[in-house]
């Protein structure tokens, strides 16, 4: 069965460094995404992704956060200047259709910001 | 913006059909209702999706109610693998808190 794949599975990293998380989506779906979920909390959507642009993102994703896709098969979430609570699991999410239809999630990449 | 109230946390019994509730009052007319879980840590797993009518798969059944205000996600013969969270969400971008369900030996 088709899987979304993520790298790394976990980082640490220094405050204040740039990380930057992988995934691949499964590879005929064009919708993509981005969330994190903080330790015994929810997960909670960061941003959406279609057509090599974001097309909705919340307000977590702030000026420290951008994603693209650089090839046909990569997708992926930058944090520019990492903080202390950026710690958290990233999950990446694909689908195939905009409205309809269910999301496909990796693993995650936990990422702890020391 | 597709809020979804849960109760926090269920159990059941090994073997018996978990019910599990979600209200939804804001969602709109053309989204539907989703429901994923997860299990630890790991990412979430799609469950079963509807938008009017009961909804069936091999893992779970979708009762919406007609105002569409509501669900119930059911599973029919709860294992000890189905401890997990049980998220319900409407446009797929807000999870909530979800339902913590321990399935109980």
């Known amino acids: 069965e088709p899987e979304v794949t993520q790298t790394p599975s976990h980082q640490v990293t220094q405050m204040g460094q740039e990380v930057i998380l992988r995934c691949v989506p499964i590879?005929?779906?064009?919708?993509f995404y981005w969330y994190r979920q903080i330790l015994g909390q929810k997960v909670e959507f960061l941003v959406s992704f279609y057509n090599n642009e974001i097309s909705e993102k919340s307000e977590i994703f702030d000026d420290q956060f951008s994603v693209e896709r650089p090839d046909g098969s990569n997708f992926t979430l930058k944090i520019r200047s990492t903080k202390l609570e950026d710690s958290a699991m990233y999950f990446c999410a694909s689908k195939q259709a905009p409205n309809t239809g269910e999301l496909f999630f990796g693993e995650g990449s936990r990422l702890t910001v020391l | 913006d597709a809020k979804t109230t849960q109760p926090p946390s269920m159990d059941c019994a090994e073997g018996r059909a978990a019910n599990l509730p979600c209200n939804h009052s804001?969602?709109?007319?053309?989204?539907?209702v989703y429901w994923y879980r997860q299990i630890h840590s790991q990412g979430p797993q799609y469950i079963i999706h509807?938008?009017?009518n009961n909804e069936t798969n091999e893992m779970a059944s979708l009762i919406i109610t007609e105002d569409r205000k509501s669900s119930t996600l059911i599973l029919p013969h709860a294992t000890l693998r189905d401890t997990a969270v049980y998220y319900c969400?409407?446009?797929?971008?807000?999870f909530g808190t979800g339902t913590s369900l321990t399935v109980i030996p």
């Open positions: 590879s005929n779906h064009l919708y």
């Open positions: 509807g938008l009017k």
């Open positions: 969400t409407g446009n797929q971008f807000y």
């Open positions: 804001t969602i709109s007319g053309n989204e539907y």
